[in-house]
T-cell receptor
């Protein structure tokens, strides 16, 4: 059974640019959630996708958007990057509601 | 309002000592889940335990044990006979079952140093 994978591992971008982060969910999982973890903080919920539809969203501006594909993999897109977007971005997959979410290793984004 | 508070920012203990990580939560829901995750330096969040709000039995898994007390809204985590490999950041977290999504609300974490 393959776990949750994320790419790239690290990324450096310039303020104002756009970035796409990718996540492959654990085999059989149809739900993907994205979290942002700033340095020294706990992860914060960005949004969740269930069967290709957004299923909930945290307190993040619209320049944070996402997609889920038929194979349940997912993308997180961030437009007009700001310095405060520098963080570890974590993807978690699960099978339906009310069950454990399994986290990937994360993508560390640095915005300069 | 949903909130998870981990008052201990950082703890250092000598190897083989027992250590307890505190967690206090706030929720208006009657059905919710509580979690503990471990985050080693590699950054990946490792799932340790999930408890639902109707199950107040304490749980033990090897050197790890958890004490859930609804009366004080606490879900504390104890490591017995700590080892250097236990050094990590530990997060307590809450998920409300009545939410359409399963968003997990994390505390700010407790950084645990186990000294050899």
């Amino acid at each position: 059974e393959t776990g949750v994978t994320q790419s790239p591992t690290h990324l450096i971008k310039t303020r104002g640019q756009q970035v796409t982060l990718r996540c492959s969910s654990q085999s059989g999982h149809n739900t993907v959630s994205w979290y942002q973890q700033a340095l020294g903080q706990g992860p914060q919920f960005i949004f969740q996708y269930y069967r290709e539809e957004e299923n909930g969203r945290g307190n993040f501006p619209p320049r944070f958007s996402g997609l889920q594909f038929p194979n349940y993999s997912s993308e997180l897109n961030v437009n007009a990057l700001e310095l405060d977007d520098s963080a570890l971005y974590l993807c978690a997959s699960s099978l339906g509601e009310g069950v454990e979410q399994y986290f990937g290793p994360g993508t560390r984004l640095t915005v300069t | 309002a949903q909130k998870v508070t981990q008052a201990q920012t950082e703890i250092s203990v000598v190897e083989k000592e027992d250590v307890t990580l505190d967690c206090v939560y706030e929720t208006r829901d009657t059905t919710y889940y509580l979690f503990w995750y471990k985050q080693p330096p590699s950054g990946e969040l490792v799932f340790l335990i999930r408890r639902n709000s109707f199950d107040e039995q304490n749980e033990i898994s090897g050197r790890y044990s958890w004490n859930f007390q609804k009366s004080t809204s606490s879900f504390n985590f104890t490591i017995t006979a700590s080892q250097v490999v236990d050094s990590a950041v530990y997060f307590c977290a809450l998920s409300e079952a009545e939410n359409r999504d399963d968003k997990i609300i994390f505390g700010k974490g407790t950084r645990l140093h186990i000294l050899p």
